[in-house]
């Protein structure tokens, strides 16, 4: 099983960046989808999931700003990420779980988004 993270860089606060989190090795259609962020010294945040149907949830700190999408065909996540804030730096991981088997759950490596000026 692998999830290959990508698309994070470099922007300015108020810029944009979309990531991309593709699966191989399940079945990607059963598997409920999430980005987490996480900081140096802190928790593992969870900040957007997307289920099997496509029902989306965000965290607080992310809704209206970030969008949460899913491609059943390419076996790919996507993180629309607008209105960058410093505070949005982090490193993103995808994660996903089986919708039946909750022991069944992966993490990709993590991609690093920087929001700075």
């Known amino acids: 099983v692998q999830l290959q993270a990508s698309g994070g860089g470099l922007v300015q606060p108020g810029g944009s960046l979309r990531l991309s989190c593709a699966a191989s090795?399940?079945?990607?259609?059963?598997?409920?989808m999430d980005w987490y962020r996480q900081v140096p010294g802190k928790q593992r945040e969870l900040v957007a999931t997307?289920?099997?149907?496509?029902?989306?949830n965000y965290a607080d700190s992310v809704k209206g700003r970030f969008t949460i999408s899913r491609d059943n065909a390419k076996n790919t996540i996507y993180l629309q990420m607008n209105s960058l804030k410093p505070e949005d730096t982090a490193v993103y991981y995808c994660?996903?779980?089986?919708?039946?088997?909750?022991?069944?759950?992966?993490w990709g490596q993590g991609t690093q988004v920087t929001v700075s000026s």
């Open positions: 997307i289920s099997t149907t496509s029902m989306t």
């Open positions: 090795g399940i079945i990607f259609n059963i598997y409920n």
């Open positions: 994660n996903a779980k089986n919708m039946v088997r909750a022991t069944l759950d992966y």
